[in-house]
């Protein structure tokens, strides 16, 4: 069973920054586009930011110009470097394939409030 697991979340205050980080295991990871999501209180889960194997982005309108995805093909690893956050990006976030998914991991809170 291929494995997901997110951390790097944390109380931050608006405008500040926050780098998350994605364990996956190879069975998903190799060969896979990756995307992180996340899901606020309420709302649906929704895709933020996805790259390719090649290194291809492409971002939500929301955090457009905000956030950075990259990844290590090397580790097997994922990451969002989020910067200027605001209130709205409050939320629970998750990395995932693309096309190719796997269980859910337990996602990692992102709290942004003064």
């Known amino acids: 069973q291929a494995q997901l697991v997110e951390s790097g979340g944390g109380l931050v205050q608006p405008g500040g920054s926050l780098t998350l980080s994605c364990a996956a295991s190879r069975s998903i990871f190799a060969r896979n586009a990756m995307g992180w999501y996340r899901q606020a209180p309420e709302k649906a889960r929704e895709l933020i930011a996805g790259i390719t194997s090649g290194g291809n982005t492409n971002y939500a309108d929301s955090v457009k110009g905000r956030f950075t995805i990259s990844r290590d093909n090397a580790k097997n690893m994922v990451y969002l470097r989020m910067n200027g956050l605001k209130p709205e990006d409050t939320a629970v976030y998750y990395c995932?394939?693309?096309?190719?998914?796997?269980?859910w991991g337990q996602g990692t809170q992102v709290t942004v409030s003064s």
């Open positions: 995932n394939g693309l096309l190719t998914k796997t269980s």
